[in-house]
């Protein structure tokens, strides 16, 4: 396997240590976080797009969103044009804890690759480009290889 090979399983491997340091600091479980991530991504989602997100039914979300909301990350919002739907977001105290603890990192990583000279920085780009390519590739590969044709979200998997 090439060095960079090794290197990005590395950086795979410690993106799952660090994840799990983000659970613990937040106080929730993985299924939790999964939610967030996508909140934090979105900044606001409806409870059925959070349920497809996750691949989990729907009253399995709302279980998620009742823990989020009782912790104090996430809160129910009124959609802003069906006042029949609601919205879910991230609390503004959330999202700056979250940030204060990945900026750091982010800031570090961003800046060694801006001190690269430009072609090292277009190899950099080129070669995650090509990682994030074979990754969503062998996603749609594997989703098609399923043999019970069963849905996650419909399977019963909730964490």
């Not at 290197?7 to 937040?26: D, G, I, K, T, Y």
């Not at 105290?93 to 603890?101: G, L, P, Y």
């Given at each position: 396997?090439h060095?960079?090979?090794?290197?990005?399983?590395?950086?795979?491997?410690?993106?799952?240590?660090?994840?799990?340091?983000?659970?613990?600091?937040?106080?929730?479980?993985?299924?939790?976080?999964?939610?967030?991530?996508?909140?934090l991504?979105?900044?606001?989602?409806?409870?059925?797009?959070?349920?497809k997100?996750?691949?989990l039914?729907s009253?399995?979300?709302?279980?998620?969103?009742?823990?989020?909301?009782?912790?104090?990350?996430?809160r129910?919002?009124?959609?802003a044009?069906?006042?029949?739907r609601?919205?879910?977001?991230?609390?503004?105290?959330?999202?700056?804890?979250?940030?204060?603890q990945?900026?750091?990192?982010?800031?570090e990583?961003?800046?060694?690759v801006r001190?690269?000279?430009?072609?090292?920085?277009?190899?950099?780009?080129?070669?995650?480009?090509?990682?994030?390519?074979?990754i969503?590739?062998?996603?749609?590969?594997?989703?098609?290889?399923?043999t019970d044709?069963a849905s996650?979200?419909?399977?019963?998997?909730?964490?």
């Amino acid at each position: 396997m090439h060095d960079a090979s090794k290197r990005l399983r590395a950086v795979l491997v410690l993106n799952e240590l660090m994840e799990f340091q983000m659970r613990r600091h937040m106080h929730i479980n993985e299924t939790d976080f999964q939610a967030m991530q996508h909140l934090l991504q979105h900044r606001s989602m409806s409870p059925g797009d959070l349920a497809k997100s996750l691949h989990l039914t729907s009253a399995a979300t709302t279980t998620v969103i009742d823990r989020l909301v009782v912790a104090g990350h996430a809160r129910r919002v009124p959609h802003a044009t069906d006042r029949r739907r609601w919205l879910i977001e991230p609390t503004p105290e959330s999202i700056r804890d979250a940030m204060s603890q990945l900026m750091p990192m982010v800031v570090e990583a961003d800046n060694m690759v801006r001190a690269m000279p430009q072609d090292h920085q277009d190899a950099v780009v080129t070669y995650l480009d090509g990682v994030i390519d074979a990754i969503q590739r062998r996603i749609v590969e594997m989703d098609g290889e399923s043999t019970d044709g069963a849905s996650p979200a419909t399977s019963g998997g909730a964490s």
